[in-house]
Protein backbone atom coordinates (compact mmCIF):
# COMPACT_ATOMS: atom_id res chain seq x y z
CA UNK A 1 0.00 0.00 0.00
CA UNK A 2 2.77 2.59 1.41
CA UNK A 3 4.48 1.78 -1.94
CA UNK A 4 1.23 2.72 -3.87
CA UNK A 5 0.53 5.53 -2.21
CA UNK A 6 4.60 7.13 -2.42
CA UNK A 7 3.91 6.33 -5.87
CA UNK A 8 1.37 8.76 -6.50
CA UNK A 9 3.43 12.04 -5.76
CA UNK A 10 5.55 11.17 -8.97
CA UNK A 11 2.20 10.01 -11.04
CA UNK A 12 0.46 13.39 -10.43
CA UNK A 13 3.81 15.68 -11.09
CA UNK A 14 2.85 16.38 -14.59
CA UNK A 15 -0.46 17.56 -13.53
CA UNK A 16 0.98 19.65 -10.29
CA UNK A 17 3.43 21.90 -12.48
CA UNK A 18 0.75 24.79 -12.86
CA UNK A 19 0.32 25.19 -9.54
CA UNK A 20 4.28 25.45 -8.17
CA UNK A 21 4.41 28.86 -8.44
CA UNK A 22 1.02 29.33 -6.43
CA UNK A 23 0.83 26.94 -4.07
CA UNK A 24 3.09 26.77 -0.68
CA UNK A 25 2.87 23.08 -0.73
CA UNK A 26 5.33 20.82 -2.92
CA UNK A 27 4.29 17.01 -1.36
CA UNK A 28 1.16 15.59 -1.20
CA UNK A 29 0.01 15.03 2.77
CA UNK A 30 -0.88 11.32 3.18
CA UNK A 31 -0.54 8.42 5.49
CA UNK A 32 3.14 7.13 3.87
CA UNK A 33 4.24 10.91 4.26
CA UNK A 34 3.57 10.55 7.51
CA UNK A 35 5.12 7.41 8.49
CA UNK A 36 8.39 8.48 7.22
CA UNK A 37 8.31 11.78 9.21
CA UNK A 38 7.53 10.37 12.71
CA UNK A 39 10.63 7.40 11.55
CA UNK A 40 12.84 7.35 14.11
CA UNK A 41 15.31 8.04 11.84
CA UNK A 42 14.04 10.82 9.81
CA UNK A 43 13.52 9.85 6.59
CA UNK A 44 13.25 12.62 3.98
CA UNK A 45 9.97 10.81 2.39
CA UNK A 46 7.97 7.65 2.08
CA UNK A 47 10.15 6.52 -0.85
CA UNK A 48 13.27 5.81 1.85
CA UNK A 49 10.76 3.97 4.17
CA UNK A 50 12.09 0.22 4.85
CA UNK A 51 10.45 -2.48 6.74
CA UNK A 52 12.19 -1.36 10.12
CA UNK A 53 10.18 2.03 9.61
CA UNK A 54 7.05 0.84 9.07
CA UNK A 55 7.18 -1.61 11.95
CA UNK A 56 7.68 0.75 14.23
CA UNK A 57 5.47 3.29 13.03
CA UNK A 58 2.45 0.76 13.33
CA UNK A 59 3.27 0.02 16.99
CA UNK A 60 3.32 3.92 17.40
CA UNK A 61 0.47 4.19 15.90
CA UNK A 62 -1.50 1.61 17.92
CA UNK A 63 0.29 2.92 21.05
CA UNK A 64 -0.79 6.71 20.18
CA UNK A 65 -4.34 5.57 19.10
CA UNK A 66 -5.33 4.50 22.49
CA UNK A 67 -4.75 8.62 23.08
CA UNK A 68 -6.28 10.03 20.26
CA UNK A 69 -9.42 11.67 22.03
CA UNK A 70 -6.73 13.76 24.14
CA UNK A 71 -4.75 14.67 21.12
CA UNK A 72 -7.39 15.86 19.18
CA UNK A 73 -9.20 17.75 21.72
CA UNK A 74 -5.78 18.96 23.32
CA UNK A 75 -4.65 20.43 19.75
CA UNK A 76 -7.74 21.51 18.26
CA UNK A 77 -9.57 23.11 21.64
CA UNK A 78 -6.34 23.92 23.66
CA UNK A 79 -3.10 24.73 21.20
CA UNK A 80 -5.13 25.45 18.00
CA UNK A 81 -7.38 28.01 19.65
CA UNK A 82 -6.61 31.53 18.28
CA UNK A 83 -7.19 33.84 21.36
CA UNK A 84 -6.97 36.71 18.72
CA UNK A 85 -10.27 35.81 16.97
CA UNK A 86 -11.84 35.82 20.64
CA UNK A 87 -11.48 31.52 20.60
CA UNK A 88 -11.57 30.32 24.30
CA UNK A 89 -8.98 27.64 25.16
CA UNK A 90 -10.43 24.76 27.03
CA UNK A 91 -9.78 21.16 27.32
CA UNK A 92 -6.07 22.01 28.09
CA UNK A 93 -6.06 19.39 30.57
CA UNK A 94 -6.53 16.77 27.69
CA UNK A 95 -2.77 17.78 26.61
CA UNK A 96 -1.15 16.53 30.34
CA UNK A 97 -3.19 12.98 29.34
CA UNK A 98 -0.87 12.46 25.90
CA UNK A 99 2.17 10.40 26.53
CA UNK A 100 5.36 12.13 25.60
CA UNK A 101 5.97 10.20 22.46
CA UNK A 102 3.04 11.52 20.83
CA UNK A 103 2.84 15.04 21.62
CA UNK A 104 4.12 16.04 17.98
CA UNK A 105 1.67 17.79 15.58
CA UNK A 106 2.09 15.04 13.30
CA UNK A 107 -0.04 13.02 15.61
CA UNK A 108 -2.69 15.36 16.03
CA UNK A 109 -2.80 15.89 11.77
CA UNK A 110 -3.07 12.21 11.96
CA UNK A 111 -5.65 11.57 13.62
CA UNK A 112 -8.07 14.82 13.10
CA UNK A 113 -7.53 15.00 9.24
CA UNK A 114 -5.69 11.78 7.65
CA UNK A 115 -7.20 8.29 9.61
CA UNK A 116 -11.05 7.71 10.38
CA UNK A 117 -12.02 7.30 14.14
CA UNK A 118 -12.93 3.30 13.85
CA UNK A 119 -9.21 2.61 12.11
CA UNK A 120 -8.85 0.17 15.05
CA UNK A 121 -12.22 -1.74 14.68
CA UNK A 122 -12.29 -1.78 10.80
CA UNK A 123 -8.93 -3.14 10.95
CA UNK A 124 -10.21 -6.12 13.47
CA UNK A 125 -13.13 -6.81 11.27
CA UNK A 126 -11.39 -6.90 7.80
CA UNK A 127 -13.12 -3.56 6.88
CA UNK A 128 -12.13 -0.93 4.14
CA UNK A 129 -10.23 1.51 5.29
CA UNK A 130 -10.71 4.93 4.32
CA UNK A 131 -8.40 8.02 4.61
CA UNK A 132 -8.11 11.47 3.48
CA UNK A 133 -4.66 12.71 1.71
CA UNK A 134 -4.49 16.26 0.56
CA UNK A 135 -3.05 17.41 -2.78
CA UNK A 136 -0.56 20.36 -2.40
CA UNK A 137 -2.96 22.66 -3.64
CA UNK A 138 -6.16 24.81 -3.17
CA UNK A 139 -9.46 24.07 -5.04
CA UNK A 140 -10.50 26.14 -7.49
CA UNK A 141 -13.11 28.81 -5.94
CA UNK A 142 -10.44 29.13 -3.33
CA UNK A 143 -7.40 30.20 -5.53
CA UNK A 144 -10.34 32.53 -7.33
CA UNK A 145 -11.08 34.36 -4.02
CA UNK A 146 -7.36 34.71 -4.03
CA UNK A 147 -7.33 36.73 -6.84
CA UNK A 148 -5.37 33.98 -8.62
CA UNK A 149 -6.49 32.97 -12.77
CA UNK A 150 -6.03 29.60 -12.98
CA UNK A 151 -7.05 27.53 -15.80
CA UNK A 152 -9.92 24.72 -15.52
CA UNK A 153 -8.26 22.46 -17.86
CA UNK A 154 -5.57 22.13 -14.84
CA UNK A 155 -8.05 20.72 -12.70
CA UNK A 156 -9.81 18.49 -15.29
CA UNK A 157 -6.02 16.91 -16.20
CA UNK A 158 -5.79 16.50 -12.89
CA UNK A 159 -8.74 14.93 -12.21
CA UNK A 160 -8.06 12.65 -15.45
CA UNK A 161 -4.52 11.53 -13.83
CA UNK A 162 -5.92 10.60 -10.36
CA UNK A 163 -8.85 8.49 -12.19
CA UNK A 164 -5.85 6.76 -14.29
CA UNK A 165 -3.88 5.65 -11.22
CA UNK A 166 -6.64 4.42 -9.21
CA UNK A 167 -7.77 2.35 -12.30
CA UNK A 168 -4.06 0.69 -12.14
CA UNK A 169 -3.31 0.12 -8.39
CA UNK A 170 -4.41 -3.06 -6.32
CA UNK A 171 -4.44 -1.98 -2.93
CA UNK A 172 -5.63 1.67 -2.60
CA UNK A 173 -8.50 3.45 -4.92
CA UNK A 174 -10.01 6.80 -5.16
CA UNK A 175 -13.10 6.93 -3.61
CA UNK A 176 -13.62 10.69 -4.12
CA UNK A 177 -11.90 14.44 -4.60
CA UNK A 178 -12.70 18.23 -3.42
CA UNK A 179 -11.48 20.20 -6.44
CA UNK A 180 -14.39 22.42 -6.54
CA UNK A 181 -14.93 22.56 -9.96
CA UNK A 182 -18.38 20.48 -11.11
CA UNK A 183 -20.54 23.79 -11.13
CA UNK A 184 -17.69 25.57 -13.20
CA UNK A 185 -17.34 22.73 -15.27
CA UNK A 186 -21.88 22.66 -15.44
CA UNK A 187 -21.86 26.39 -16.04
CA UNK A 188 -19.35 26.40 -18.91
CA UNK A 189 -21.72 22.90 -20.80
CA UNK A 190 -24.57 25.08 -19.62
CA UNK A 191 -23.32 28.11 -21.18
CA UNK A 192 -22.93 26.36 -24.48
CA UNK A 193 -26.06 24.96 -24.47
CA UNK A 194 -27.79 27.95 -23.71
CA UNK A 195 -26.79 29.10 -27.62
CA UNK A 196 -29.48 26.01 -28.81
CA UNK A 197 -32.14 26.93 -25.81
CA UNK A 198 -31.89 30.62 -27.85
CA UNK A 199 -32.39 29.19 -31.26
CA UNK A 200 -35.07 27.06 -30.37
CA UNK A 201 -37.19 29.54 -29.22
CA UNK A 202 -36.62 31.81 -31.79
CA UNK A 203 -38.11 29.20 -33.87
CA UNK A 204 -40.97 28.30 -31.50
CA UNK A 205 -42.16 31.96 -31.60
CA UNK A 206 -41.84 31.97 -35.43
CA UNK A 207 -43.51 29.19 -35.69
CA UNK A 208 -46.19 30.68 -33.21
CA UNK A 209 -46.44 33.95 -35.57
CA UNK A 210 -46.83 31.88 -38.94
CA UNK A 211 -49.86 29.76 -37.30
CA UNK A 212 -51.49 32.30 -35.50
CA UNK A 213 -50.64 35.28 -38.10
CA UNK A 214 -50.89 37.20 -35.01
CA UNK A 215 -48.18 39.78 -33.84
CA UNK A 216 -50.34 40.58 -30.88
CA UNK A 217 -50.47 36.50 -30.03
CA UNK A 218 -46.88 36.04 -30.58
CA UNK A 219 -45.64 38.51 -28.05
CA UNK A 220 -48.41 37.46 -25.32
CA UNK A 221 -46.91 33.86 -25.32
CA UNK A 222 -43.16 35.23 -25.55
CA UNK A 223 -44.32 37.13 -21.94
CA UNK A 224 -46.03 34.52 -20.56
CA UNK A 225 -43.29 32.16 -21.00
CA UNK A 226 -40.81 35.10 -19.80
CA UNK A 227 -43.35 34.94 -16.29
CA UNK A 228 -43.24 31.56 -16.06
CA UNK A 229 -39.43 31.53 -15.95
CA UNK A 230 -39.17 34.33 -13.67
CA UNK A 231 -41.75 33.09 -11.34
CA UNK A 232 -39.97 29.21 -11.32
CA UNK A 233 -36.57 30.98 -10.76
CA UNK A 234 -37.97 32.99 -7.94
CA UNK A 235 -39.56 29.96 -6.34
CA UNK A 236 -36.63 27.47 -7.50
CA UNK A 237 -33.91 29.30 -5.92
CA UNK A 238 -35.01 28.93 -1.84
CA UNK A 239 -34.31 25.04 -2.73
CA UNK A 240 -31.46 24.97 -4.79
CA UNK A 241 -28.27 26.69 -4.94
CA UNK A 242 -27.37 25.19 -8.27
CA UNK A 243 -30.76 26.93 -10.14
CA UNK A 244 -29.04 28.70 -12.09
CA UNK A 245 -27.68 25.98 -13.96
CA UNK A 246 -31.21 24.30 -13.95
CA UNK A 247 -32.41 27.62 -15.22
CA UNK A 248 -31.98 26.61 -18.63
CA UNK A 249 -33.45 23.46 -18.06
CA UNK A 250 -36.80 25.10 -16.71
CA UNK A 251 -36.69 27.43 -19.71
CA UNK A 252 -36.69 24.48 -22.26
CA UNK A 253 -39.29 22.53 -20.62
CA UNK A 254 -41.44 25.73 -20.28
CA UNK A 255 -40.53 26.51 -24.15
CA UNK A 256 -41.95 22.99 -24.62
CA UNK A 257 -44.88 22.85 -22.54
CA UNK A 258 -45.91 26.65 -22.99
CA UNK A 259 -45.76 26.27 -26.86
CA UNK A 260 -48.15 23.20 -26.78
CA UNK A 261 -50.60 25.91 -24.74
CA UNK A 262 -50.44 28.42 -26.77
CA UNK A 263 -51.17 26.31 -30.32
CA UNK A 264 -53.99 24.27 -28.43
CA UNK A 265 -55.58 27.61 -26.95
CA UNK A 266 -55.43 29.40 -30.13
CA UNK A 267 -56.69 26.51 -31.93
CA UNK A 268 -59.71 25.23 -29.39
CA UNK A 269 -60.52 29.61 -29.35
CA UNK A 270 -63.20 30.41 -31.44
CA UNK A 271 -61.96 31.92 -35.00
CA UNK A 272 -64.42 33.95 -35.96
CA UNK A 273 -66.07 36.68 -33.33
CA UNK A 274 -69.87 35.68 -34.69
CA UNK A 275 -69.13 32.07 -33.27
CA UNK A 276 -67.88 33.21 -29.89
CA UNK A 277 -70.43 33.68 -26.79
CA UNK A 278 -70.58 32.45 -23.38
CA UNK A 279 -71.25 28.69 -24.19
CA UNK A 280 -68.47 28.35 -26.49
CA UNK A 281 -65.93 30.57 -24.44
CA UNK A 282 -67.05 27.89 -21.00
CA UNK A 283 -66.21 25.23 -23.56
CA UNK A 284 -62.84 26.76 -24.70
CA UNK A 285 -61.10 27.16 -21.78
CA UNK A 286 -62.58 23.93 -19.89
CA UNK A 287 -61.35 21.81 -22.78
CA UNK A 288 -58.18 23.99 -22.89
CA UNK A 289 -57.75 24.15 -18.71
CA UNK A 290 -57.70 20.35 -18.44
CA UNK A 291 -55.93 19.85 -20.88
CA UNK A 292 -52.91 21.84 -19.95
CA UNK A 293 -52.91 21.24 -16.67
CA UNK A 294 -52.08 17.43 -17.16
CA UNK A 295 -49.58 18.10 -19.39
CA UNK A 296 -47.95 20.30 -17.23
CA UNK A 297 -48.22 19.00 -14.41
CA UNK A 298 -46.45 15.61 -15.30
CA UNK A 299 -43.62 17.92 -16.55
CA UNK A 300 -43.21 19.68 -13.24
CA UNK A 301 -43.17 16.44 -11.10
CA UNK A 302 -39.53 15.99 -10.99
CA UNK A 303 -39.21 19.80 -9.52
CA UNK A 304 -41.43 18.79 -7.13
CA UNK A 305 -39.48 15.45 -6.30
CA UNK A 306 -36.52 17.12 -5.87
CA UNK A 307 -38.08 19.51 -2.99
CA UNK A 308 -39.40 17.14 -0.89
CA UNK A 309 -36.59 14.34 -1.79
CA UNK A 310 -33.14 13.51 -0.33
CA UNK A 311 -32.68 11.07 -3.12
CA UNK A 312 -29.82 11.85 -5.36
CA UNK A 313 -31.03 11.04 -8.87
CA UNK A 314 -33.96 13.04 -8.24
CA UNK A 315 -31.74 15.74 -7.59
Not at 34 to 43: E, K, M, W, Y
Not at 140 to 164: C, M, T
Amino acid sequence: MHRELCQLQQFLSPSFKPFTLISPYRQIFHISNFAGCLSPLNRDNCTTLSTYDLRNFKIQLEKCYKSRKAIIQCGRDCIGAKEADGEERHNCQQCERIPSNCTSQMWFDLFYRILPKDLLTRKANNEKIYVNSFLPLYTYSAYGFQGFNVSLNSYIDLEKDLRHWSAHTKELKVKGYLLDVKRDILLASAISDSRLAIVAAAVVFLLVFIYSLSLGYTIAVFIELGASVLMAAAVYRGFSEAFPLLNLVSFVLLLSIGSDGAFLLFNAFPSKSTELDAENFDDCLSHTITTMFLAQFSTIVPFLLNLISSVIVFR
